[in-house]
């Protein structure tokens, strides 16, 4: 397993290259975790314009999206500060009756549902149909608790709906993965990364890739809000041995939330030194 962990903003040297498609023109640092989650891991000059449309796109759909109230509620940065509100509403239950309340960003509970997806069908050794496959949900907040806030409010209780993207989030989470073991052992060779198409849009294969896990690592404990490990696999597909280069992400791990594997290599038997180098 490597960890590394993170108390302020640092910035890798750039390698030369977009770590999506190879092209050498036009390149842009790229966020390992996004800033927008409080990222400090930096890849210099390491996304061409045309990827980084791309990313950015699934990005802003959860970032903007879904996420958006527990990000105002938490303060995580934001690049567009003047479009932070000041306040949100939220839906509370009296009874029989709804109500609506205008309350202060940072004075109300900042919830967030956050998809809980089926472990990776590549390690569970069973073939995935097309896309993510959502297995539950799990409620986080980032402001006042959510029954403390609906008793001073004389409510039975609260109501909230958002649109989950949850191809999207996958995406996301995948692209973290990706960009955290580029960042760990560089160059990764493109070609055998299984993510990466799924991360580009080209194939809808999500479930096959990226999936729940229950893990905690030593910066958890250490008080880190975001988590990541590079960790080696050995499972059994089809009746063959494989090996498979993983990494595990958890986001908001400070609430307790569930993480998230992500297959980047795999192959039959030994991975060998495929990436586990220095």
Not at 117 to 137: C, D, M, W
Not at 266 to 271: D, I, R, S, T, V
Request: glycine fraction near 12%; charged fraction near 20%.
């Amino acid at each position: 397993m490597v960890t590394v962990t993170l108390t302020q903003t640092t910035k890798l040297a750039s390698p030369g290259e977009c770590i999506y498609c190879g092209a050498k023109d036009g390149l842009s640092d790229e966020h390992v975790v996004p800033l927008g989650l409080g990222g400090m891991l930096i890849l210099g000059k390491a996304s061409c314009q045309a990827c980084a449309n791309i990313t950015s796109a699934f990005e802003g759909k959860v970032l903007r999206g879904f996420m958006r109230r527990a990000r105002d509620t938490g303060g995580f940065p934001t690049r567009r500060p003047k479009e932070r509100p000041a306040s949100h509403n939220v839906t509370i239950l009296r009874g029989e009756s709804v109500e609506q309340l205008s309350v202060p960003v940072g004075e109300e509970p900042g919830l967030l549902m956050l998809p809980l997806l089926a472990h990776p069908g590549l390690l569970r050794g069973e073939a995935t149909t097309p896309g993510v496959i959502i297995t539950g949900n799990e409620l986080i907040y980032f402001g006042i608790p959510p029954d403390r806030f609906a008793e001073q409010h004389s409510a039975s209780g609260l109501s909230q709906t958002d649109d989950v993207d949850a191809t999207a989030f996958a995406r996301m989470i995948a692209k973290i993965a990706f960009c955290y073991a580029w960042s760990m052992f560089p160059p990764l060779r493109r070609l055998e990364v299984s993510v990466l198409p799924f991360i580009l849009g080209n194939r809808d294969d999500g479930g096959e890739w990226i999936g729940s896990s229950v893990f905690e690592h030593q910066s958890q404990k250490d008080g880190a809000n975001v988590t990541l490990a590079l960790v080696r696999r050995t499972f059994e597909f089809q009746g063959e041995v494989r090996t498979a280069a993983t990494v595990q992400v958890k986001l908001f791990a400070q609430s307790g939330a569930t993480g998230y594997e992500v297959v980047i290599y795999q192959c039959a038997g030994n991975l060998g030194n495929t990436i586990w180098t220095g």
